[in-house]
């Protein structure tokens, strides 16, 4: 190719090796070899700022700030407020939050232990003699009873009482129609509510369901239908009984169960 075909590329890459070419036969022959560094010169050295002397101190004896705490500023009525800090919650108020209800007490010679039921709903806790709920780490289980348990956190002791069924709540039993009723096509007379679980024997179960009172003729000349539908009612009215009394027994038999797992469970857990 001739000189006078070559673009500018060209003789900008030729300028480039040129460069290049000149800086390597110059270092050849020593170029940069001869740089070193320069003796120390203490003229040049400054000289470091001296440290200012120490102010006085502003803050004075503790004594004299006791206004402060007897009178805050940040209360409306200047004067100091009970508050609790508690450093294994994330807040103060997580760790006083405690509202639960005692639903069970175990005890026994190695293991101390109560189940608590929230008292805005969810999963029961388990807590152990000497230990505390996750929600409130701040009450710790002190001491546990038969029927009650003593808890000590930022305001003090709380002691818990053993919830008891009070009898609300219970399903009622199944009304049962009479003979008479069934014939004529009208429901018999409804059975009153009973709360199963809340019943302590049999007294009080026929007390749950009397047999109705017979109204009539009671005359000598009482009819002989009279007579039979009386004895139906009664008939029905002992055998409403009778199936109430069973279901108190199922149910109580099913709370026994129930009571059973419970303490079973935990003395599974200490295993």
């Known amino acids: 190719m001739r000189a006078e075909d070559a673009g500018a590329r060209t003789w900008l890459y030729a300028a ?14 020593g170029m940069g070899g001869s740089i070193d560094r320069l003796d120390d010169d203490p003229s040049l050295r400054q000289t470091l700022p001296a440290p200012g002397s ?9 004594p004299q700030y006791g206004d402060i705490a007897a009178r805050p500023l940040f209360t409306d009525n200047r004067r100091p407020q009970p508050f609790v800090i508690d450093p294994m919650g994330e807040t103060g108020e997580a760790g006083n939050d405690f509202d639960y209800m005692l639903t069970s007490v175990l005890r ?32 710790v289980l002190q001491s546990v009873e038969a029927r009650r348990a003593v808890f000590a956190g930022p305001e003090g002791e709380r002691t818990l009482e053993l919830r008891v069924f009070d009898g609300v709540g219970g399903q009622p039993p199944t009304a049962l129609a009479t003979p ?8 018999g ?10 019943m302590t024997g049999p007294a009080r179960a026929t007390g749950g369901a009397q047999a ?7 005359g000598p000349g009482a009819s002989a239908e ?8 009664q008939q029905a009215a002992q055998e409403q009984v009778e199936m109430i009394r069973r279901r108190i027994e199922e149910r109580r038999a099913r709370l026994r169960q129930e009571e059973s797992a419970r303490s079973n469970q935990p003395a599974n857990e200490t295993k």
Request: net charge negative.
């Open 16 to 29: 480039l090796a040129g460069w290049a070419l000149c800086v390597w036969v110059l270092a050849m022959f």
């Open 54 to 62: 120490p102010g006085a101190e502003r803050l004075g004896p503790l």
């Open 108 to 139: 026994t010679p190695d293991l101390q232990m109560v189940i608590l039921q929230p008292g805005d709903g969810g999963d029961p806790v388990r807590v152990k003699q000497g230990g505390a709920p996750d929600s409130a780490p701040g009450w």
């Open 180 to 187: 008479a009723a069934e014939a004529s096509g009208m429901p």
């Open 189 to 198: 007379p409804a059975a009153p509510a009973v709360a199963d679980a809340d």
């Open 212 to 218: 109705p009172e017979q109204s009539g003729p009671q």
């Open 226 to 233: 009279g007579a039979a539908d009386a004895a139906a009612q």
